[in-house]
């Protein structure tokens, strides 16, 4: 297909997207984010996609998940608010202001029932991982009120557009463009070279930041919280995805100098921690 012109993503966009804090600031300036995920066996995902939203400055963090996972969650990080789902998670979604749904999902019937009443919701949610794979097994599409944001590698990418990760791979801007109309969603598509496109931009980004470090298990969890944590802090969609896409890049850089071959997903916190203050660099 026709490939666009596309941006770069840099250092500059971040510094626009991040400005220093008001000396004034409280919590809820900030935003609550609520992660949806942490099946059984699954616990740590949703802990690094919270603690990301946490390193990335959300005001406040909720996990909601399988009550086998909840000791595990809570006992990880004391700032999380930790909720077991049992039956409706309607109340805890009209407190957020952003909900990521997917990290240590599972496919179960419980997060098929978790998958179809935060697809019913109007507001703003970063579908990642099994959200993903369950959107697609489901087929749900998005309702006129919300916004959604898509973070697939190609992998979840293929399943939902009904195709191989090798069909991804072969075009990937003809990819993200597909599901990007087909949602009426603002996504990106991961991998080293890692593009973002938004419904509502007639351009797209590429990211040629990154590391080998990233490839190993929870660096798209971690992702998806740099994604919220933005989002809940009122960036426009397109600049929380673009700048979020370089934090994480970045960080697994930043990360990597320690020893590429064993960096671990928790290790991009504290960079995040430091990237996401441009005024401090
Ligand atoms: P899952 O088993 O579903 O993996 P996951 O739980 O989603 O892992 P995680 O959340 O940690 O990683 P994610 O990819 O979300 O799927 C793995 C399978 O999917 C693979 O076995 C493969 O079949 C397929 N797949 C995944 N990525 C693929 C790719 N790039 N090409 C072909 N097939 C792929 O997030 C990883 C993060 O790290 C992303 O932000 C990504 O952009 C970044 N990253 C990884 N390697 C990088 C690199 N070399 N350079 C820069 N960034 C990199
Ligand atoms: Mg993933």
Known sequence: SQQPVLEVIDASTVVHSLP???????????????VIGGGPGM??????AGQAVLRCG????????????????????????????TDSVSLLLSKADVVVIGPGLGQ??????????????????????????LLAALALLKPANSEWVMTPHPGEAGRLLGTSTAAVEQ???H?????????????????AGTLVQSVTHP?????????????????????SGV???????RLPIPDALVTAVWLHAVAGELASCDGERGTIASDLLLPLRQLSNPAQW
Do not use: Y
Not at 43 to 48: D, F, K
Not at 108 to 133: K, P
Not at 175 to 191: M, P, S
């Open 58 to 85: 959300a005001g406040k963090v909720s996990i909601a998940c399988h009550p086998t996972s909840q000791l595990a969650i809570a006992a990880a990080q004391p700032e999380f608010m930790v909720h077991a789902v």
């Open 171 to 173: 075009d990937r801007w």
């Open 20 to 34: 220093a804090r008001a000396k004034t600031a409280h919590k809820g300036d900030f935003g609550h984010v609520v």
């Open 108 to 133: 179960s019937e419980w997060a098929q029932q978790l998958v179809i009443a935060v697809a019913d919701w109007d507001g703003t949610v970063v579908w990642d991982a099994d959200g993903l794979n």
């Open 203 to 223: 351009t797209g980004w590429v990211c040629r930041r990154g590391s080998p470090a990233l490839a190993t298990g929870g660096s798209g969890d971690v992702l």
């Open 175 to 191: 990819a993200l463009t597909q599901i990007c109309q087909n949602f009426q969603a603002h996504a990106l598509l991961k991998g």
């Open 227 to 233: 994604v919220a944590a933005l989002l809940a802090q």
């Open 43 to 48: 616990s740590g995902a949703a802990i690094l």
